[in-house]
């Protein structure tokens, strides 16, 4: 059985600034696209950013630098 607190949603959530992610500090993270609720990893070879939703089981899904502008412009 799965509690609540272990699935989380599926839609992204917009974070605030009275919310705290302690991975926006990171320099593998682009923070305009996290802030959107997506996970925002970047793989620093390619340039590409993961465009999953935050906190996601498995690997990342990353796209190129042009469609992670589109999904910071959400």
Request: net charge negative.
């Given at each position: 059985m799965t509690s609540p607190e272990h699935d989380?949603?599926?839609g992204p959530k917009i974070h605030e600034q009275s919310q705290f992610r302690p991975d926006l500090?990171?320099?593998?993270v682009r923070e305009d696209v996290a802030v959107t609720g997506l996970c925002g990893?970047?793989?620093?070879p390619t340039g590409r950013t993961c465009d999953?939703?935050?906190r996601?089981?498995?690997?990342?899904?990353?796209?190129?630098?042009?469609?992670?502008?589109?999904?910071?412009a959400r």
């Open positions: 989380p949603p599926s500090s990171s320099l593998h990893n970047v793989h620093l999953l939703r935050e996601h089981k498995g690997s990342c899904h990353f796209v190129g630098p042009e469609d992670a502008e589109n999904l910071a």
